[in-house]
T-cell receptor
């Protein structure tokens, strides 16, 4: 079964600085999706960024980028120029085909002003 | 609708009562998922629908939990004889059919918070 591991239960960063959240996963498949979702206190899960496994180029979305290492099964999220609104729980997730999303346990990110 | 809609937003019930939670997915989304999130925890998969059938219901924790989907749209998650350990936020998500513009993304509702006293 696929598993997703986030080894950092909590992280904090100074406003305007850069922070990296770690994620590793385990799968025997070659074609899949990886995601980072953000969950603020409002409970709404919001997609931050997605990566398709067959694409070698790392995905970027404005201040958010990933470091996708397929062979190492690693998928870290880098947030540049951190803003107070980035404070939330961040979940790494894996999906293969139409199957369910498998989530990591989450990393709580605090932004210090 | 524009997004995934869940009701009720909050539900407080007494131990032993039955509850129904409703999910209205994004129009045209064929896949629908239920997850459970206990306080401060990650998301636990419960069940997945493709159309009206459930190819994967491996996450339902006991036979007190059931779900159905009718007309390929609205889904209801039912918890019978609720227990205190059922207290959690129940999240619903939907996704578009595979292929074409599908990006693999799941779109989530805001969840139903269930408190069992």
């Amino acid at each position: 079964a696929q598993t997703v591991t986030q080894s950092q239960p909590e992280m904090s960063v100074q406003e305007a600085e850069t922070v990296t959240l770690s994620c590793t996963y385990d799968t025997s498949e070659s074609d899949y999706y990886l995601f980072w979702y953000k969950q603020p206190p409002s409970r709404q899960m919001i997609l931050v960024i997605r990566q398709e496994a067959y694409k070698q180029q790392n995905a970027t979305e404005n201040r958010f980028s990933v470091n996708f290492q397929k062979a190492a099964k690693s998928f870290s999220l880098k947030i540049s120029d951190s803003q107070l609104g980035d404070a939330a729980m961040y979940f790494c997730a894996y999906r293969q085909g139409a199957q369910k999303l498998v989530f990591g346990q989450g990393t709580r990110l605090t932004i210090n002003p | 609708g524009a997004g995934v809609s869940q009701s009720p937003s909050n539900k407080v019930t007494e131990k032993g009562k039955d509850v129904e939670l409703r999910c209205d997915p994004i129009s045209g989304h064929t896949a629908l998922y239920w997850y459970r999130q206990s306080l401060g925890q990650g998301l636990e998969f419960l069940i997945y629908f493709q159309g009206n059938s459930a190819p994967d219901k491996s996450g339902l924790p006991s036979d007190r939990f059931s779900a159905e989907r009718t007309g390929g749209s609205v889904s209801t998650l039912t918890i019978q004889r609720t227990q205190q350990e059922d207290s959690a936020v129940y999240l619903c998500a939907s996704s578009s059919p595979q292929g074409g513009a599908n990006t693999g993304e799941l779109f989530f509702g805001e969840g139903s918070r269930l408190t069992v006293l």
